[in-house]
């Protein structure tokens, strides 16, 4: 099986600018889509237990549905990935002042964030498999953020069923930057996620208020419906009657990854799905991981011929923690002139 490249144009968005799918495909004829819109993926197809090739992310056919209704499907987050509290912070004595999305906070970069914008795109291939690197210009004072941000995050599939996002950024004004990678995923193709079987490498969690804003010391995960140190199905303590799990309407959490030290690139999480065998493994240099069980979907989109119910699909976003700019005992987000912003994610497929 050869690898290849291709491209065709997926849609215009309403300013006129031409929107790119890529397709990269791998040595075990394995296929991942990727749009210049957002850094989105919208389509993963990888090999179940039995050889046969199935789509494993939530996502549309068209842009227009990416346009305006995503819940991030697929995306590429920034500035700030996760919520900021009362939509404003403080740097360097300025206080500046984001849209509210979230309800009082600001979530995942803004109204215009990294998933609403055409990146350049430009593909590659080496002995590892084939890629797409992707550029942007966060002006200073996009969605209320100082400072003139050049991004760049490569997406590499590679012939080990692996897709390698790799983020850099440089500033030329101090800003908060947390970027991440926000697919839904399914194993099984279709239904719901709760038969998954997840294991999280996390002793803590950021606990969080009623609007999702991280508050008091790392809670332990010993004992609460959020113990995914050893594998467990999602669905087994989703429903359960803790603070924790009504004020995120299911899991929707900051698991504090047990590294051996910071940025060190570590097995953050893994599931699978055993009717299909389908693994996951996420690898993260990043300190956190939020997992969202897929709580707001509520049946109102529709795409590739599947109803988007809740519960549909699930994230492991690796990041900072939520609010980390407002709340200084977190390892800092802050992007200063002179710095690179460098860290790595893999999402590792297999089956067993």
């Known amino acids: 099986m050869t690898t290849a490249i291709t491209q065709r144009i997926f849609g215009t968005t309403p300013t006129g600018e031409t929107v790119t ?62 919520r900021i509290a009362d939509a404003k912070f403080t740097l360097d004595g300025v206080t500046y002042n984001l849209a509210a999305n979230n309800g009082p906070n600001s979530l995942h970069g803004g109204v215009q964030g990294f998933d609403k914008k055409v990146w350049t795109a ?17 002006e200073d004072g996009d969605q209320g953020f100082p400072g003139n941000l050049q991004v760049t995050v490569t997406y590499q599939f590679t012939h080990d069923d692996e897709i390698v996002v790799d983020y850099f950024a440089t500033t030329d004004k101090a800003t908060p930057v947390n970027l991440t990678q926000h697919t839904y995923l399914n194993l099984a193709g279709s239904g719901n996620i709760l038969n998954h079987k ?10 969080v208020n009623e609007v999702q804003i991280p508050v008091g010391a790392p809670m332990p995960v010993a004992g609460t419906p959020f113990d995914f140190r050893e594998p467990k199905l999602i669905g087994e303590h989703i429903n359960a009657s803790h603070e924790q799990i009504k004020n995120g309407l299911g899991y929707d959490h900051n698991f504090l990854i047990n590294q051996a030290s910071y940025k ?17 493994e996420v690898f ?16 109102s989109l529709t795409g590739k011929g599947i109803t988007y119910k809740r519960r549909t699909g699930f994230c492991l976003e690796p990041q900072h923690a939520p609010d980390s700019i407002n709340q200084p005992q977190f390892p800092s987000i802050v992007l200063h002139p002179g710095e690179e912003y460098k860290t790595r994610t893999i999402f590792k497929f297999s089956v067993k």
């Open 198 to 207: 997840l294991q999280i490498f996390a002793d803590h969690i950021n606990a």
């Open 284 to 299: 993260t240099e990043e300190p956190g991981v939020q997992f969202y069980s897929g709580n707001f979907l509520d049946g």
């Open 264 to 280: 060190a690139l570590t097995l953050a999480a893994t599931a699978e799905e055993p009717a299909s065998g389908r693994v996951l």
């Open 21 to 82: 799918e890529f397709t990269l495909t791998n040595q075990r004829g394995s296929i991942a889509k990727i749009i210049n819109f957002g850094g989105i993926i919208t389509e993963l197809h990888v090999r179940d237990k039995n050889g046969a090739l199935g789509d494993v992310v939530l996502g549309f056919e068209t842009l227009e549905p990416y346009l305006e209704k995503s819940p991030f499907f697929g995306a590429l987050i920034g500035r700030v990935g996760n």
């Open 122 to 138: 430009e593909t590659f291939e080496n002995a590892k498999g084939p890629g797409l690197v992707l550029k942007l210009l966060s």
